[in-house]
RNA sequence: GGGGUGGUAGUUCAGUUUGGUUAGAACGCUUGCCUGUCACGUAAGAGGUCGCGGGUUCAAGUCCCGUCCACCCCGCCA
């Protein structure tokens, strides 16, 4: 680091050691914590590189010991090493302290809304309305820190990779597809909106187009959506990419080639080795009941419906008959869990899933439970030998619609292995999901639709649409998936005019609704476009599990408040009469009864 | 849009189940004492519309109804 002197400072307050014993320096920052022993006080001084010890007696030890902690001073004093009995190992400047013969009040601080040397777990509305107090707290510092260093290696690996930065516009035009646009009113334009880029997906494409071979971008994103404690309202950033003349193997490389990289520098965490397993979607929701699976929990669904085609159960047959499936998770246990074990996560099983919940005991070859009574021993058998049942195991089993039936057993399957302590500690465990659908049925209307995005590339291309039936198709579409958590999302486009029509076509779209849509690509497309893929990893979520934290708002400098309000800066904000009145806009709203109904 | 949990001092919480004297504790704050602490110690003090509104009752932080706010989840969102 270049040290900067100032009039303010010689060194940082991480900087001192035994070899500058003697000298004379000038440090400043926030009064950390003080301790006052009546003719000596102790300062704790802080600044974003570390904390030193001041030292201050007589007239000078009066005065600072009135002003508060938090607020901002410079000292003037000599270094000095302390007794071996005065050292605190705890700090890199535990040697020394800094004896004060003169300071400077730079700036007072008020009374605290929260503490800032102590976690007093203040409520997040306060925290956000004070982030900046929030900010100079250790662990939020030094995930910002960390969010710097990681990016600073994204970007590294980027470059390395051959892939050149680019800057896309913010004010750009409302996308078809996805979720709500941002809009932006145009004074220029009367009634005309621009919006925020939900990602730069069409630009990053469209430089495809211009013979850019490899683009990348940490980009910030806009979406008008409701939070959650995985996703930030309102905006994020993703390292968005894209390439030229790939396939989806090209793509799974760099990913692999970045993750395998970055991760191992930021964490000694256990990291899975490239190339990452992948797992077709289908699969996916079968054997994990996600399409986000956790990986560090080993224990699989299984499809036992086959057991069951002839069954007296009348449970499991009005399911099969209605196409349904029976899901079982068999996990091998030591000892033998409570009736209430049972009962709690029977119950946990109804409230989360709205689905029932049955389950049988395995022990030493017989088996019981809430439904043993009901399946002949051929059943048994067979379920024993399909789950490879050999010790003492529970195997729970629902009965349903694929689409409801295996989300739920997949949650079922993460809390066991939660409870069962069975989640592999210390791992970042990769995988791609691969073969998306292309298109699905609408369970109401039997209408086909697009299952995903409809501008990625069906498998098999051409070919495929006009051949194949239209749910069997996969699209290349693929989901970078650590731990349970989506870290991303991307696909081979589609840059085949003739190909997107088909598509839409299919999924019930005249060629106007293309036109319409995707006029701006599908020009483009029509003057020489090369085939392309990318893919979008968020730097967030990214950041998140670098640094183990629970919350986006924890690697988040200034974040907003699940509202989609910025508590700091006041955010959104109602906005003069003559601004509204530049913009053409009248304002509308809601009646308060309206509003809160 | 729907569900869950919570809201008592600046902050964290106890008290609410079973209504009953002046609503407590810790940290912080203010004023002292203390020359070796590093979460210093110590004495005293200030600080409360118990989220807000209504109701039941002799009496409400506590019970009932409504409402607002926050966080978490579902819907939504690649």
Redesign the pocket.
């Known amino acids: 680091m270049v040290t900067l002197k100032s009039k303010y400072r010689t060194q940082t307050c991480a900087e001192l050691r035994k070899e500058q014993a003697g000298q004379t320096v000038n440090l400043a920052g926030w009064i950390h ?8 006080l ?1 300062i ?1 001084l802080r600044d974003n590189y570390g904390i030193t ?1 001041v ?1 201050a ?2 007239n000078i030890s009066d005065e600072l ?2 002003v ?2 938090e607020s901002v001073i410079q000292i003037t004093g000599e270094v ?1 090493w ?2 071996p ?4 190992t ?2 890199p400047t ?1 040697e020394i ?1 800094v ?1 004060t013969t003169s300071w400077e009040l730079l700036s007072s601080a008020d ?5 800032v ?2 976690d ?7 925290r ?1 309305k004070y982030r900046f107090l929030d900010l100079r707290k250790e662990r939020l510092h030094e995930t910002i820190l960390l969010r710097s260093r990681i990016i600073r290696s994204i970007r590294e690996s980027m470059y390395n990779m051959g892939f050149t930065e680019f800057q896309t516009p913010i004010l750009t035009s409302s996308s078809p ?4 646009d941002f809009l932006v009113p145009s004074r220029m334009h009367p009634g005309k909106f621009y919006a925020l880029p ?2 730069p ?1 069409q630009f990053k494409q469209l430089l495809m187009v211009s013979g850019f071979d490899r683009y990348f971008q940490i980009a910030a994103c806009f ?1 008008d ?7 930030s309202p309102g905006e994020f950033y993703q390292l968005d990419l894209e390439m030229s003349f790939v396939e989806q193997d090209q793509v799974f490389e760099v990913c692999e080639q970045l993750f395998t990289e970055v991760f191992p520098k930021y964490s000694d965490w256990k990291l899975s080795s490239a190339p990452f397993e992948r797992i077709a979607f289908n699969d996916a929701m079968m054997f994990y009941g996600s399409d986000k699976p956790d990986l560090r929990i080993k224990q699989k669904l299984a499809n036992i419906t086959e057991i069951f085609s002839n069954t007296g159960f009348e449970v499991f047959k009005r399911e099969i008959e209605k196409k349904g499936i029976i899901s079982a998770l068999k996990w091998d246990i030591e000892s033998l869990p409570s009736r209430k074990f049972f009962d709690d996560t029977i119950e946990w099983f109804k409230t ?1 899933s709205g689905q029932g919940l049955a389950y049988l005991i395995f022990e030493n070859g017989e088996a019981r439970g809430s439904i043993a009574k009901f399946m002949n021993e051929g059943e048994i058998d067979a379920i024993k030998s399909q789950l490879n049942i050999t010790g003492l195991s529970v195997v729970f089993m629902g009965a349903g619609a694929k689409k409801t039936i295996l989300p739920a057993m997949g949650q079922l399957r993460v809390k066991l292995g939660e409870q069962f302590n069975a989640v592999e500690p210390n791992t970042y465990h990769f995988c791609w999901i691969v073969d998306f659908p292309m298109f699905e049925e609408d369970p109401e209307t039997q209408q086909i639709c697009f299952s ?2 409809p ?2 590339m069906p498998q098999g291309g051409m070919e495929a649409l006009e051949t194949k039936h239209p749910l069997e198709i996969f699209a290349y ?1 693929y ?1 970078l998936v650590c731990n349970g958590v ?1 870290l991303s ?3 081979v486009r589609n840059h085949r005019p003739d190909i997107m029509y088909k598509a839409f076509s299919i999924a019930g779209y005249p060629p106007e609704v293309v036109d319409e849509k995707f006029g701006g690509m599908n020009r483009a497309f029509r003057y020489g476009a090369p085939p392309h893929a990318g893919i ?1 990893p968020g730097i967030d979520r990214i950041v998140r599990m670098l640094a183990q934290e629970d ?1 986006l ?1 924890k690697v988040i400098a200034f974040p907003m ?3 989609a ?1 910025d508590l700091l800066m006041g955010a959104p904000s109602t906005v003069a009469e003559k601004q509204l009145r530049e913009l053409h806009i009248a304002l509308k709203l809601p009646k308060e009864k309206e ?3």
């Open positions: 914590r003080k301790r006052d022993h009546g003719g000596v102790f704790d010890q030292v007696s007589g010991q009135k508060r902690v000095r302390r007794a009995e005065a050292i605190n705890k700090l535990g302290e004896h009374v605290l809304p929260f503490q040397a102590d007093d777990n203040a409520p997040e509305p306060i956000l597809e996805g979720a709500r939900q990602a997906q979406r959506e409701d939070s959650r404690a995985d996703r989360t995903h995005n501008f990625s579409q989901d989506e999302s991307g696909a979008a919350n708002r408040a699940q509202s309000e509003k809160q109904a």
